[in-house]
């Protein structure tokens, strides 16, 4: 028999075994005499104990990269009142300055070896076995709603909530602006969310959120023994991960890119705001919200394996009465207010600090990251090739090989406060380190004062 039959052998378990220390053949000699159960029960047992150094590992080159630590901004805040975390928590090669690897080109940061290494892509929790992982906020309180228990026997999410987005988020309506938030505090689940929205929502958008909420199987969480849940599982839905249409950062790897080590981390993006995005997806660029609802349930779910889809249980859904639904009910999601911006999405000049006017003016400027980010929403709905890979020799840490990113869509700067961390595959944890990450990668050479300002304009939108 061929171990990689075994149905609970993950298609990636060839590298992983080896990190494992378990060998193929150790497998083979178990697997003649086993029943399916005690292979289910083996390997969880084999995974749980394993557990604790892969999760030793990931905090290792967490430390290593970033300042960790729980420092919150004053006076700045998401929306509903969780404060920012403040500072560059990217920490710098011995012996540099922001200031000097500033004054070095692409070519000579390479050559000496001094890209911050927090700049480089961010490995998956696991990289080897990847998939999807949630926080523990979002567990817990899924587990309390509903008794569905959306935790992995064979790891844990890896940041602390400080730099996670505020959870339950606020929830905003296109067509009901002016009741704010209405989420009323609540992550809504398939236990609360006809109370919250029966007299708010129109029937079909009611049943698209009702779609949005229900779990269908998926790659970790489903009912056969290839699954990371304990026991058997109904499976995940959409907003397990776009916690109330916003993002809870729940993560996974990318399904797209082979083989695995190439394969982007990739942070749950925010919903709010799809209605005036172009592309969805931060490399497929598909068109549509519809045509993205319906690949995340035939594909992406499975890692981009058809074959695990239909085995698991993959629940095809028809695009008239389901796909559309669905869709009218994430066009509805809108932005967090801002109200320091006018009709144009610039700064109200009565209502803006000196600092924000003048990081207003190099975000337009000396900064040029209008070019892409192009008001009144901050984007330009196209992709951008960065190559920060003329920064860096490629190299593989944790499973992960740092190498091209290639085209990533332009990500929307709207309502930006909210969604740490940063960049697709949630690499940078403040505002701040993104500011130093673009003074880098677009050789702008800006000044501390200048970095602070685009750092309060940024916190404006
Ligand atoms: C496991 C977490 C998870 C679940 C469950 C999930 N998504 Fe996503 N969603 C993501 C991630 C991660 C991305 C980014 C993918 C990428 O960039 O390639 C994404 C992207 C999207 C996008 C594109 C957003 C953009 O800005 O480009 C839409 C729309 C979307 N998801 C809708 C859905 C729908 C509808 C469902 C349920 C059918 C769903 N998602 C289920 C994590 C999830
Ligand atoms: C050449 C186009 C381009 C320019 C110029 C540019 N950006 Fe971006 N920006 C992008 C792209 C593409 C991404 C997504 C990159 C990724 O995820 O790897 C991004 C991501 C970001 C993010 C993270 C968004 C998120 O949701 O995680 C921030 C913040 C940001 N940019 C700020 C800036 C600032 C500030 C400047 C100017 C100093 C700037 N950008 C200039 C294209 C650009």
Wanted: with cysteine; hydrophobic share 40%; glycine share 6%.
């Amino acid at each position: 028999m061929n171990w990689t039959q075994k149905p609970w052998a993950a298609a990636r378990l060839p590298t992983h075994s080896r990190l494992l220390g378990l060998s193929a053949m150790a497998m083979l000699c178990c697997a003649g005499t086993a029943s399916a159960d005690d292979d289910f029960a083996w390997t969880a047992s084999r995974l749980q104990q394993e557990k604790a150094s892969f999760a030793q590992r990931q905090q290792t080159v967490l430390a290593d990269r970033y300042d960790m630590t729980d420092r919150p901004a004053t006076g700045a805040t998401m929306s509903r009142g969780k404060p920012l975390q403040d500072g560059v928590r990217v920490k710098l090669p011995r012996g540099v300055t922001w200031e000097r690897l500033a004054m070095l080109s692409p070519a000579e940061i390479k050559a000496s070896n001094l890209w911050p290494a927090g700049f480089l892509p961010l490995p998956h929790p696991h990289h080897e076995v990847g998939g999807m992982v949630f926080p523990r906020v979002v567990i817990a309180e899924t587990l309390r709603q509903t008794e569905r228990d959306l935790t992995r026997f064979d790891l844990d999410f890896d940041l602390p909530d400080y730099f996670l987005p505020e959870f339950p988020p606020p929830l905003y309506l296109t067509t009901r602006s002016d009741l704010g938030d209405v989420s009323q505090g609540k992550l809504v689940t398939l236990a609360n969310f006809n109370a919250l929205f029966k007299d708010i929502l129109n029937p079909k958008q009611l049943e698209g959120l009702r779609l949005l909420l229900t779990p269908f199987p998926q790659q970790q969480f489903n009912a056969t023994d290839d699954r990371r849940s304990l026991k058997a599982h109904t499976g995940v839905a959409c907003l397990d991960c776009h916690a109330n249409g916003h993002t809870d950062a729940a993560t996974h790897t990318s399904g797209d890119v082979r083989p695995n080590e190439y394969r982007h981390r990739i942070g749950t993006p925010s919903l709010r705001g799809v209605n005036i995005q172009r592309l969805f997806g931060s490399q497929r660029a598909l068109k549509s919200v519809e045509d993205f609802t319906e690949f995340e349930q035939r594909g992406a779910y499975f890692d981009g394996t058809p074959a695990d889809a239909a085995r698991k249980g993959t629940n095809i859904l028809e695009r008239g009465s389901q796909v559309h639904f669905m869709a009218e009910f994430q066009a509805l999601l809108d932005f967090p207010p801002a109200p320091k911006l006018d009709l144009f999405g610039k700064l109200l000049v009565a209502k803006a600090t000196e600092s924000e006017l003048r990081g207003q003016a190099l975000f337009f400027g000396k900064g040029q990251c209008a070019s892409c980010h192009t008001p009144p929403y901050y984007t330009d709905s196209l992709m951008h090739n960065l190559k920060t890979e003329r920064f860096f020799q490629e190299s593989t840490v944790n499973g992960r090989t740092a190498s091209a990113d290639g085209p990533i869509k332009t990500l929307v700067l709207r309502g930006i406060k909210d969604s740490p961390p940063y960049l697709h595959d949630d690499r940078l944890m403040t505002l701040a380190d993104t500011v130093e990450f673009f003074n880098l990668v677009l050789e702008l050479k800006l000044i501390q004062q200048e970095k602070q300002d685009l750092v309060a304009f940024l916190r404006t939108l």
